[in-house]
């Protein structure tokens, strides 16, 4: 009787204790709790319960057939979410009547990573038929491809919704150019809702992936206009940039590396070559020249653990820009095109 009535107390001491760290565990999510709006971590936890699965394997596939994905589906994302919000209109391929992102100055041939995107929403529909939107899945791909480059992993809301339409010129206007000073850059985060901090934090995207050589080239042989290379450059970073990106329009399109001392491994080096003046875009390199950001890119070489922490911090907050929720928009059946 004494041994029914102990494993009797203990079968609900387990489940107190277990819901109390379940409970807990979800409060402790530091973006705002459980839920966000219309947004919750288990949105799709009934209705497509391998979604994460089919996400992670899609992203797995690409990546083992070409390592700089990675850093393309995180590009990719932030694109989506910069212009029009995180509503999937990246992915919308030009119409009659519409001109979408997809061609505007800073996506055409250079955004990579849609038929990824295509592939994992083919997967899906096939198990969860009109059920997950096409941006949650850019969302969470965009996640795994971090964590996958060796990053930092971060919890992500789900249930945006796909927008109905895309604007090239936004597209245009909005997304930050690497010719345009710092203050511009911030101009254009805090315009969406992002500030000082996110542009340092996600500018760390750039410890991954590949630049055309036209994004930078000034620097190497006429530097606004003097003639001379950037000054501030190095020496040997300045000689192997000019073997990359020869002074013709024909190397116009070679890659150059964003962090050429680790260019697939999503650390904290992008902060480091700051520190050492071999940051690769102007746009990169005046982060540590200015005062009010050089001492978070100072904080960030030294402390690859702060880095990750902020970068999930950032990362939560750039994917809940302007979200379509509950009945707006649609779950779009391809993500090339808006459902008839
Ligand atoms: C702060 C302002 C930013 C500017 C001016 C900028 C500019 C650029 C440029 C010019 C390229 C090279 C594109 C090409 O040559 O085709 C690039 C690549 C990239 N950007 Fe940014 N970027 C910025 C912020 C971000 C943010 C916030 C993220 C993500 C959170 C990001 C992620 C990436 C990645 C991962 C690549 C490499 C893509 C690949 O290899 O396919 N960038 N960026
Ligand atoms: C593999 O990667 C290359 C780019 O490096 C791409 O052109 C090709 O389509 C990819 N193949 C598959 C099966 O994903
Ligand atoms: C920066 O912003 C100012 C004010 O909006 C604008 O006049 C200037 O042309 C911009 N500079 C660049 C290089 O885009």
Known sequence: MAHKLFSYIAFITFFLVFFHFSTSVVSQYPYGGYSYGQLD????????????????????????????????????HFHDCFVNGCDGSVLLDDTEDMKGEKNALPNRNSVRGYEVIDNIKADVERFCPTTVSCVDILTLAAREAVAMAGGPSWPVLLGRRDGISASQQAANEQLPSPFEPLDNITAKFTAKGLDLKDVVVLSGAHTIGYAQCFTFKRRLFNFKGSGQPDPTLDASTLSNLQTMCPNADSSNTNLAPLDSASTYRFDNMYYTNLVNNVGLLESDQALARDPKTTPMVNSYSANSYLFWNDFGTSMAKLGNLGILTGNQGQIRNKCGAVNL
């Open 41 to 76: 971590y288990r949105f799709y936890d009934r209705s497509c319960p391998r979604l994460l699965n089919m996400v992670r394997y899609g992203v797995w596939a690409a990546y083992r057939n070409d390592t700089r994905i990675a850093a393309s589906l995180l590009r990719l």
